[in-house]
């Protein structure tokens, strides 16, 4: 059953630090099925072939969430369609699907969600250039990427390389027999057709981010990042580098059956797909450190998010020219954690040649070798620690902290290995200070005397006392040392990805520096919260008012 209707908005209440508010929302049901293109505000009286934006007479192909296992269901039999991906991690498939028979489908007791499989593309500009007359040639000499000598990683190759790590490159394939990957590639597989072992690179693009994971160091080529890691060729991108959200996913779900220890993402699309976001949970869960483009869409009016770099558990990477500002095609927003080197990345391309590459998608690989070198280095710490290690460790480009455009920085491998996270850091599932400012079209020089103030951590987690669900908004307000800050008023909001903003509320943070605020009445959803201000008199208007988001996911029972 769809859930669409709405209730009048009910009274807010305010108690002393705390505030419990209801909002508009969907009616609270046992059950209901979640489609992916509710948010674009259907009416009752809608069609779902109207809604989907779909030939009634067509087909649709959807990715669709089971309550049961799938291995326990006949999915032939409920499903009227060919079935493309058994998607068991997130107990889902893929399936091309008659428009004509979705309608039948959200009344199914047994299926949890339905949503569109679209499509991804790899986040390059397609403007592969060869190398220069004045530049070493490859073939016959090794020539160190500005790129990887920006990051610091030779400046550890003493201490760690990379060896023993695995990183899964999902991507368009590896060319597996390239002389610069030699004795790199432990294998993969085929996501994009049904032939699974058909996972050589026909495009260039994985391989070009796969040289700038792991090329070899040796007397020729280039050298990549962890040059002793293994890969795993994952090929989820067809050779004209677009694929489907479910090739994606099936790819994450075979490196974590594969225990990789890092993936890279050098793919995305604007769509944000439930299936996508539950599987990077389990690669989280799992202990696998992602590191995802965050897009190539910066250049563009609207700057839209792009998926799965926009997701909290990935490092988001941004792309910086040779001056460290933001590349003009890198998409901005509060999810980028770090910034790596994106323009004219020289690299390795298919058929054992060499090109230089464009985009996040170069910016990124530069994060999952930096990943795969303090995963050796630092084996015995969680995934969590690792990423802290290497995010909060950055060369910061744009005072203080986090910006929208680069996150934290430029990676610095050096320091990542030297020196855990400072306390003030709190990198975890979005839980990150944002502050807002104009971009400058230069580094500016840090502000002095000035006082900032940093959201430190952001939880939103479900309750239920038995008689009523609610959601519990918990934020931690601290400065730049990681103290304690009390009596600054923190507003929040709290809002579902389907149907939008549900409210906001103050209240002033106590002597342990903590506000916490409470939603009650709501459906099942996808929700997020904001702490969208903080007022404070001696806050410092240059840095703009810190932001914190993360995403609770669906709230089923």
């Given at each position: 059953?769809?859930?669409?209707?709405?209730?009048?908005?009910?009274?807010?209440?305010?108690?002393?630090?705390?505030?419990?508010?209801?909002?508009?929302?969907?009616?609270?049901?046992?059950?209901?099925?979640?489609?992916?293109?509710?948010?674009?505000?259907?009416?009752?009286?809608?069609?779902?072939?109207?809604?989907?934006?779909?030939?009634?007479?067509?087909?649709?192909?959807?990715?669709?969430?089971?309550?049961?296992?799938?291995?326990?269901?006949?999915?032939?039999?409920?499903?009227?369609?060919?079935?493309?991906?058994?998607?068991?991690?997130?107990?889902?498939?893929?399936?091309?699907?008659?428009?004509?028979?979705?309608?039948?489908?959200?009344?199914?007791?047994?299926?949890?969600?339905?949503?569109?499989?679209?499509?991804?593309?790899?986040?390059?500009?397609?403007?592969?250039?060869?190398?220069?007359?004045?530049?070493?040639?490859?073939?016959?000499?090794?020539?160190?990427?500005?790129?990887?000598?920006?990051?610091?990683?030779?400046?550890?190759?003493?201490?760690?390389?990379?060896?023993?790590?695995?990183?899964?490159?999902?991507?368009?394939?590896?060319?597996?027999?390239?002389?610069?990957?030699?004795?790199?590639?432990?294998?993969?597989?085929?996501?994009?057709?049904?032939?699974?072992?058909?996972?050589?690179?026909?495009?260039?693009?994985?391989?070009?981010?796969?040289?700038?994971?792991?090329?070899?160091?040796?007397?020729?080529?280039?050298?990549?990042?962890?040059?002793?890691?293994?890969?795993?060729?994952?090929?989820?991108?067809?050779?004209?580098?677009?694929?489907?959200?479910?090739?994606?996913?099936?790819?994450?779900?075979?490196?974590?059956?594969?225990?990789?220890?890092?993936?890279?993402?050098?793919?995305?699309?604007?769509?944000?797909?439930?299936?996508?976001?539950?599987?990077?949970?389990?690669?989280?869960?799992?202990?696998?450190?992602?590191?995802?483009?965050?897009?190539?869409?910066?250049?563009?009016?609207?700057?839209?998010?792009?998926?799965?770099?926009?997701?909290?558990?990935?490092?988001?990477?941004?792309?910086?020219?040779?001056?460290?500002?933001?590349?003009?095609?890198?998409?901005?927003?509060?999810?980028?954690?770090?910034?790596?080197?994106?323009?004219?990345?020289?690299?390795?391309?298919?058929?054992?040649?060499?090109?230089?590459?464009?985009?996040?998608?170069?910016?990124?690989?530069?994060?999952?070798?930096?990943?795969?070198?303090?995963?050796?280095?630092?084996?015995?710490?969680?995934?969590?620690?690792?990423?802290?290690?290497?995010?909060?460790?950055?060369?910061?480009?744009?005072?203080?902290?986090?910006?929208?455009?680069?996150?934290?920085?430029m990676i610095n491998v050096k320091r990542a290995l030297a020196q855990s996270a400072p306390a003030a850091c709190d990198y975890l599932s979005g839980e990150v200070s944002d502050p807002v400012i104009e971009e400058p079209a230069s580094k500016p020089l840090p502000a002095k005397e000035k006082r900032t103030v940093f959201v430190k951590s952001l939880s939103l987690k479900l309750m239920n006392d038995?008689?009523?669900?609610?959601?519990?908004?918990?934020?931690?307000?601290?400065?730049?040392?990681?103290?304690?800050?009390?009596?600054?008023?923190?507003?929040?909001?709290?809002?579902?990805?389907?149907?939008?903003?549900?409210?906001?509320?103050?209240?002033?943070?106590?002597?342990?520096?903590?506000?916490?605020?409470?939603?009650?009445?709501?459906?099942?959803?996808?929700?997020?919260?904001?702490?969208?201000?903080?007022?404070?008199?001696?806050?410092?208007?240059?840095?703009?008012?810190?932001?914190?988001?993360?995403?609770?996911?669906?709230?089923?029972d």
């Amino acid at each position: 059953m769809i859930i669409i209707k709405f209730r009048a908005a009910a009274t807010v209440t305010l108690a002393l630090t705390a505030f419990q508010f209801a909002m508009p929302h969907r009616a609270l049901a046992d059950s209901c099925v979640l489609l992916s293109k509710a948010k674009y505000h259907a009416s009752k009286d809608q069609s779902l072939t109207a809604l989907f934006g779909a030939d009634p007479g067509g087909i649709l192909r959807m990715i669709i969430g089971f309550r049961k296992k799938i291995d326990s269901l006949n999915i032939s039999a409920l499903i009227p369609g060919r079935i493309v991906h058994r998607l068991r991690l997130v107990n889902a498939i893929a399936a091309e699907v008659p428009v004509a028979g979705i309608e039948s489908l959200t009344r199914n007791p047994d299926i949890r969600t339905l949503e569109v499989d679209g499509r991804v593309q790899a986040f390059d500009l397609s403007n592969r250039s060869n190398i220069g007359e004045d530049e070493p040639d490859p073939m016959n000499s090794q020539t160190m990427p500005p790129g990887i000598r920006r990051t610091g990683a030779p400046e550890v190759w003493a201490h760690t390389t990379g060896k023993g790590v695995k990183v899964a490159i999902i991507d368009t394939g590896i060319d597996r027999k390239h002389p610069d990957l030699e004795g790199r590639v432990a294998g993969g597989q085929n996501f994009s057709s049904s032939d699974r072992d058909a996972w050589n690179d026909g495009n260039g693009h994985g391989t070009h981010v796969a040289g700038t994971v792991a090329a070899n160091d040796n007397n020729f080529g280039v050298v990549g990042m962890a040059p002793e890691a293994s890969l795993l060729g994952i090929k989820v991108l067809d050779d004209t580098g677009g694929g489907q959200y479910s090739d994606v996913i099936a790819g994450l779900e075979y490196a974590i059956n594969a225990n990789a220890d890092v993936a890279n993402l050098s793919l995305g699309g604007t769509m944000d797909v439930q299936a996508l976001h539950e599987v990077l949970i389990k690669a989280h869960q799992h202990g696998m450190l992602v590191a995802a483009a965050a897009g190539n869409s910066g250049e563009a009016g609207d700057n839209p998010l792009n998926y799965p770099g926009a997701y909290p558990e990935v490092v988001g990477t941004a792309a910086v020219d040779d001056n460290d500002l933001r590349a003009y095609f890198s998409t901005y927003s509060k999810y980028v954690a770090l910034a790596g080197p994106g323009i004219n990345v020289l690299s390795l391309d298919k058929g054992g040649r060499y090109a230089r590459h464009s985009g996040t998608s170069m910016a990124a690989p530069h994060t999952a070798g930096a990943l795969a070198l303090l995963k050796q280095a630092h084996g015995g710490e969680s995934a969590v620690d690792v990423k802290r290690r290497l995010v909060c460790n950055a060369d910061d480009i744009f005072p203080p902290g986090r910006d929208v455009w680069t996150g934290y920085g430029m990676i610095n491998v050096k320091r990542a290995l030297a020196q855990s996270a400072p306390a003030a850091c709190d990198y975890l599932s979005g839980e990150v200070s944002d502050p807002v400012i104009e971009e400058p079209a230069s580094k500016p020089l840090p502000a002095k005397e000035k006082r900032t103030v940093f959201v430190k951590s952001l939880s939103l987690k479900l309750m239920n006392d038995g008689s009523s669900k609610h959601l519990v908004v918990s934020a931690a307000i601290v400065d730049q040392h990681g103290y304690p800050q009390t009596g600054l008023n923190v507003t929040t909001q709290i809002m579902e990805r389907a149907t939008g903003p549900l409210g906001s509320a103050t209240s002033s943070s106590n002597g342990n520096g903590e506000v916490q605020f409470v939603l009650s009445g709501f459906s099942c959803g996808r929700f997020i919260a904001t702490v969208t201000k903080v007022s404070d008199p001696d806050f410092s208007s240059e840095y703009g008012e810190p932001s914190s988001m993360i995403d609770l996911g669906a709230a089923y029972d």
